[in-house]
């Protein structure tokens, strides 16, 4: 061996005993599926650009770790859903899945997650059994269960004096157990759930139903239904001269990231969720403002739930200096994170899903305004959990 040989080879580790662990790791590859098609892909953008927004924040990384980023669309098809999880899992290799927004495809997700012990971290579907029946130490979620806004728009609709009510929705996971959750708040404040309608996901031929809703005239209207589907569903509850005489209360799904499509067939809807556009804080105000200048567009509720997905992955980075392979230590430091929302800081449940307000929301212009927290501090039960 040459002499220059020895002093090359000699310097090079030197340096790499002193470089920080997390220089030489490769980055961590993040594996978003998300719908790109289909009636929720703007849900999906919009998560994937709050994600984002927090990592460009803090310099394009977290902890200190780069990023690599893979990316499959879901196009909200729970019969494709293991098959496109697996490309994410078995071809991609990545570290952690961040996904989805339809409550079915998530359950599938789930599954997979928990089997090969893949970090999951759901930043919008709903379906209640995530962070119940299928719970897992590895499994996340930085958005709401199906039951928490269905729950507190039934406190809400019984605290305005509604008796009688119908319910409409698509008959899957998410639109059932949103259904379910109104009608145990409904109930509980006295009210009685006279029938409920429904119709396969993502169909939008409404008429039917609408002219049952006419017949039967409840004292209150609940709906569940989301991005494109929540756009028809507005616009023909209005145009079937609804609006004028039965209420609607929502789950905010209804409403959000679609008044500007809705126009005047949404204004004056009230609704429920963990978020409202208005929030006058100090913390939502910059959220907003960041979120405007990096995109040209305003944020809604589901670019925050993605913002906290990447929120809740960095505190468990930052607990191990990004150092992922020390898998214990980073998921007790998710568990038991404090994170420091747009919608108001929330932790995370026993299950791992946020324990958060419920707000009541007016849709008032492009914006679904603040009207007061229908129920503090909500808590799934997290029924069948076993962890
Ligand atoms: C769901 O399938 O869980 C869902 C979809 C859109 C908005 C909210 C929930």
């Not at 039967?216 to 991005?227: E, L, R, S, T, Y």
């Not at 997905?309 to 200096?321: D, N, T």
């Not at 800081?345 to 679904?368: C, M, Y």
């Amino acid at each position: 061996m040459n002499r220059r040989f020895t002093l090359v080879a000699a310097a090079l580790a030197a340096a790499f005993a002193t470089t920080p662990l997390m220089a030489q790791q490769a980055p961590l590859k993040v594996g978003f599926m998300l719908p790109a098609t289909g009636t929720f892909a703007a849900l999906g953008e919009m998560i994937e650009k709050g994600f984002k927004l927090h990592v460009q924040e803090q310099g394009g990384k977290l902890a200190g770790r780069e990023l690599q980023y893979f990316k499959v669309d879901d196009e909200s098809d729970p019969s494709k859903a293991t098959d496109n999880v697996n490309k994410l899992i078995k071809r991609d290799q990545v570290d952690v899945i961040v996904g989805t927004v339809h409550s079915g495809v998530a359950l599938a997700m789930a599954r997979a997650a928990k089997e090969s012990n893949t970090m999951l971290i759901v930043p919008n579907a709903g379906a209640d059994a995530i962070t119940g029946a299928q719970c897992a130490p590895n499994i996340f979620r930085s958005s709401f269960s199906n039951w928490q806004p269905g729950y507190a728009a039934g406190v809400v609709a019984a605290q305005k004096g509604y008796k009688r009510a119908m319910t409409i929705t698509w008959n899957y996971a998410a639109g059932q157990e949103t259904v379910k959750g109104f009608n145990e708040g409904f109930e509980k404040g006295g009210g009685k759930v006279m029938k409920e309608l429904s119709l396969p996901f993502p169909n939008v031929e409404f008429q039917a139903l609408l002219t049952e809703i006419a017949a039967q005239k409840p004292d209150v209207v609940f709906a569940f239904f989301a991005g494109g589907g929540a756009v028809k569903f507005v616009k023909d509850y209005d145009a079937a001269g609804l609006k004028k005489g039965i209420p609607l209360v929502a789950s905010g799904f209804l409403t959000d990231g679609t008044l500007e499509a809705q126009g005047a067939s949404a204004q004056g809807i009230l609704s429920t969720l963990h978020y409202a556009d208005n929030l006058d804080t100090p913390r939502n105000n910059a959220f907003r403002k960041s979120f405007a200048l990096a995109y040209k567009a305003n944020a809604d509720v589901y670019a925050v739930q993605g913002y906290d997905a990447a929120q809740l992955l960095g505190a468990g980075l930052a607990a191990v200096k990004g150092d992922f392979a020390k898998r214990e230590p980073m998921l007790a430091a998710m568990k038991k994170a404090s994170i420091d929302s747009p919608r108001g800081k929330f932790t995370l449940s026993p299950q791992h899903n946020p324990v958060q307000d419920i707000f009541l929301r007016e849709a008032k212009g492009t914006n679904n305004e603040y009207r007061g927290v229908a129920v503090k501090a909500l808590a799934d039960p997290g029924r069948g959990c076993r962890m």
